[in-house]
């Protein structure tokens, strides 16, 4: 059962450089569970940025990420680290898979801070790997696979503990329809069964079919 978990962004704001203007300004927005929200905008409009604040690898310099309704900006950095990992499942732009280990290993990886039995996470990789059509890969290196190959093993490795929230930076760009519809079935699949699930997209159509939105191009 996965536990309904809404994430809420409170008033963020964030730049990188001090000098330069931020990249977000006081965003506000509600992310609920069973639900598939899509974030756009246009490229360097900061929703990689954003998926970073709430899975909280960022800090904001103004504002709170509340997930489950605990606020982050409270706890203490360890406390925002079993946050994420209890909670969060990370799918980044470019995959960021470990080129020592096989796609196995990376995905298993996924599960590690979870407690769950090694041959429950092993049976677990496995079994998404099948479902993205790439098992035949588990014990390759990512040097080994293509991008697009690459991109669904990042989505298994965040799949893999169950997380009651799912962020995916672009999950698909690199993806032909087909495994772009695989993707986004199991995107789908996971909000049904109550995840609350957070994707940037550059696809308008898919975009358009989520059930939610925010669009950063409105909030510039
Ligand atoms: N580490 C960084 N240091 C400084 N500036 C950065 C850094 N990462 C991103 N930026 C800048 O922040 C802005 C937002 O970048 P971000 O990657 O969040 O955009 P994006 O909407 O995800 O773009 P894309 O659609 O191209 O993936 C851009 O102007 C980018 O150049
Ligand atoms: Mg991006």
């Not at 994430?7 to 977000?24: H, N």
């Not at 969060?88 to 470019?94: H, R, S, T």
């Not at 199991?186 to 696809?203: E, K, N, P, Y």
Request: hydrophobic share 40%.
């Amino acid at each position: 059962m996965i536990e309904p978990t809404p994430v809420e962004v409170r008033g963020l704001t964030f730049r990188y450089r001090r000098r330069q203007p931020p990249v977000l300004t006081d965003i506000h927005h509600r992310f609920e569970p069973a639900t598939v929200t899509a974030i756009t905008g246009p490229s360097g409009g900061g929703k990689s940025t954003l998926l970073y604040l709430i899975g909280l690898l960022l800090a904001p310099e103004q504002g709170d990420v509340v997930v489950g309704g605990i606020p982050a900006a409270t706890g203490s950095d360890r406390d925002r680290s079993q946050m994420r990992s209890r909670t969060m499942g990370f799918v980044f732009q470019d995959a960021m898979l470990d080129p020592s280990r096989t796609v196995l290993a990376n995905v298993m990886e996924g599960a590690v801070y979870t407690g769950m039995p090694a041959d429950r996470r092993q049976s677990r990789a496995r079994e998404l790997l099948q479902e993205l059509g790439i098992d035949h890969r588990a014990e390759h290196r990512p040097g080994e696979i293509s991008g697009g190959q690459a991109q669904r093993v990042a989505l298994c490795r965040a799949l893999v503990k169950s997380p009651p929230v799912i962020l995916a930076d672009e999950p698909t760009g690199n993806l032909d329809t087909d495994a772009a519809d695989l993707v986004w079935n199991i995107l789908d699949q996971q909000a049904r069964a109550g995840c609350t699930v957070i994707v940037a997209t550059h696809d308008r159509a898919r975009a358009i079919a989520c059930t939610a939105h925010l669009d950063l191009a409105d909030t510039a």
